[in-house]
């Protein structure tokens, strides 16, 4: 073999140095694009982070109890998202939701008052029932046995206004009874005509059968058979205006969950 002329080993020796130094830069130029997306691309973990919510849900008067235990559950499993219940008639609760109050969700007792809502709610879903009963002062002086008691006029009735659903479910079975019932007065909401049978100042009054479980021996329970009873209906929905969105509807979403109606049935509430 002729030995290499002196120009060409100066090539060869360059060339071979173009070919260790190639590789090299392409490693250090692969290192920095690695890092670089490395820093553009947020890590698994970190995109998986709860979003931190405030959540203000306007809820039926006779959810007060209930979700006062609910609340705590769910922020128990949801690291980040605090609940503010509040609560109050379902007819108050829509004039507020009309006129633009900060909220994320809403609970009503009926679906009337939801259904009215469309506009400002999301799709709602049923989330429990309950079902009316006579409470009467304590130990039943007046021997109240159904509906019909009601109609003395010896008595003093308390019912819930018209407007409000337990007051229209209140109508409904007495009217389906030919019953003709002169109240003393009518109240906003459920806990209302309660409150007025407890302290004594009415004698009896129609509310929802979970608003005496907590009643004690304040109050006599009467119950109403299902074939002159009503059914209430609770629907649950996240609001249009919620400037949080996805977690109001996590939270709606959530009070459909086994866990959730565990809560709602030992208090009470019947299977939605």
């Not at 250090?28 to 709860?50: L, V």
């Not at 609560?87 to 939701?97: N, R």
């Not at 209140?170 to 019953?179: C, F, G, M, R």
Request: glycine share 6%; with cysteine; proline share 7%.
């Amino acid at each position: 073999m002729s030995p290499i002329p002196p120009l060409n080993r100066r090539t060869a020796a360059l060339a071979l140095c173009a070919a260790l130094l190639v590789p090299a830069l392409a490693a250090c130029g692969s290192g920095d694009d690695t890092k670089d997306a490395a820093a553009a691309t947020p890590s698994a973990s970190a995109s998986a982070e709860p979003k931190a919510a405030n959540l203000t849900v306007l809820a039926a008067s006779s959810l007060t109890d209930v979700f006062k235990a609910a609340g705590p559950a769910y922020e128990k499993t949801h690291p980040g998202t605090e609940i503010t219940f509040s609560f109050a008639g379902s007819q108050e609760l829509a004039a507020q939701v009309k006129q633009g109050a900060p909220a994320d969700a809403l609970v009503t007792a009926d679906t009337k008052t939801m259904d009215g809502l469309k506009a400002e709610t999301n799709d709602p879903a049923i989330i429990a029932k309950n079902r009316l009963v006579i409470a009467t002062g304590k130990g039943n002086p007046f021997k109240v046995a159904g509906l019909k008691g009601l109609a003395d006029t010896k008595i003093k009735v308390v019912l819930a206004a018209p407007g409000v659903p337990v007051g229209r479910y209140s109508k409904q079975i007495l009217d389906a009874q030919k019953i003709e019932v002169k109240p003393v007065s009518q109240e906003p909401n459920v806990r209302a005509v309660l409150s007025k049978v407890e302290l004594g100042e009415a004698d009896a009054g129609l509310v929802y059968k979970t608003d005496t479980l907590k009643s004690g021996d304040k109050v006599a329970v009467v119950e109403i058979p299902d074939a002159e009873n009503a059914v209430a209906s609770y629907p649950a929905a996240s609001l249009k205006g919620s400037k949080n969105a996805e977690a109001a509807a996590a939270f709606v979403a959530w009070l459909s969950t086994p866990e959730a109606q565990k809560i709602l049935q030992d208090a009470g509430f019947q299977k939605a």
